[in-house]
């Protein structure tokens, strides 16, 4: 778990004002509720995205919040396609060739 203070030091952009902010509009969920608040690493990477786009792409906050559940939205569908092609390649190769042939139809 990293602390605020960790968070702040590993980001000089970022500010407390900022973390909590992305905090309040729920562009960050701390684990728990402690004072102050802790972040998994899933959270400490997310920071560094939301830097990022902010930074390097000049996304204010109002449209960060549109854009990252798209982007959340990307991710999970890689993540289920991923899945999909696992299952699928696993299956005997007539069934493999059918579910081809299917999208292919298409």
């Known amino acids: 778990m990293t602390t605020l203070e960790e968070l702040l030091r590993l980001h000089a952009a970022l500010t407390p004002a900022r973390v909590e902010r992305w905090i309040a ?10 004072e ?3 972040f998994a690493a899933i959270d ?4 560094r995205l939301l830097i990022e786009l902010r930074e390097d792409l000049a996304i204010d906050d109002q449209a960060l919040e549109t854009v990252l559940p798209l982007l959340d939205q990307v991710h ?17 190769e007539d069934v493999r ?10």
Do not use: F, S, Y
Request: proline share 9%; net charge positive.
């Open 44 to 47: 400490v990477a997310r920071v």
């Open 76 to 92: 999970t569908l890689r993540h289920r396609l991923a899945r999909l092609a696992d299952a699928i390649a696993r299956q005997p």
């Open 25 to 34: 509009i729920g562009l960050l969920r701390p684990e728990g509720d402690d």
């Open 97 to 106: 060739r059918a579910i081809a042939a299917a999208l292919n139809e298409r």
């Open 36 to 38: 102050p608040p802790r």
